[in-house]
């Protein structure tokens, strides 16, 4: 029975010291506060590239060059490259340029010399149509070497004009010629 007495002592003294520190200094124990915040992201559509319009120069002589500009609607290559039209949106672009077109018939494999120049190109961030530059591209751009352009304009919409330039041979075999031209395009975050 004294153990009991002695624990009631102290449990009685316990309370009346948590009640004074209450009681003393309640401002200690109000100063807290706890807020919640969240991260929040939208992660936007990715780029879309497409080509618009082949890189087309037609019927050609054998030993006379010919040339395609890029202000050429009709036959000039056209590439589209469609994203969001926001802050940090700068486009990274990169042809992979052929250095031949071939002729693919197995009796006839040959091949026709194909050079862009470093003016071959003009990048149209403006609401041009799709078939000519609107007035504030670039005009006049190396192929080999794109600058990194913003997405602009209404329509969030990127368009690059191609021309070229094709040397047959005087004895170039007859047929038809091809090649892939490839665009690569990605956000810089810039």
Not at 31 to 47: C, E, Y
């Amino acid at each position: 029975m004294h153990d009991c007495s002695k624990i009631g002592k102290f449990s009685g003294f316990s309370l009346l010291l948590v009640f004074l520190l209450i009681s003393v200094s309640p401002t200690h124990l109000l100063a807290q506060d706890v807020a919640v915040g969240q991260a929040l992201a939208t992660v936007l559509a990715s780029l879309s590239v497409s080509a618009v319009q082949d890189l087309d120069f037609g019927n050609i002589l054998q030993g006379v060059t010919e040339t395609v500009t890029r202000t050429d609607g009709v036959r000039a290559g056209i590439f589209q490259i469609v994203g969001e039209s926001v802050t940090n949106s700068e486009v990274s672009m990169h042809f992979q340029l052929p250095d031949y077109l071939w002729n693919s018939t197995p009796a006839s494999q040959d091949r026709l010399v194909i050079y862009f120049q470093n003016t071959h190109c003009t990048i149209d961030t403006t609401n041009g149509t799709p078939l000519a530059p609107g007035g504030g591209a670039l005009v006049g751009e190396n192929p080999h070497s794109l600058p990194d352009t913003g997405i602009g304009g209404t329509d969030g919409v990127i368009r690059i004009y191609l021309g070229g330039s094709v040397y047959p041979s005087v004895d170039q075999r007859a047929g038809a010629y091809s090649a892939d031209i490839i665009l690569t395009a990605a956000y810089t975050g810039d």
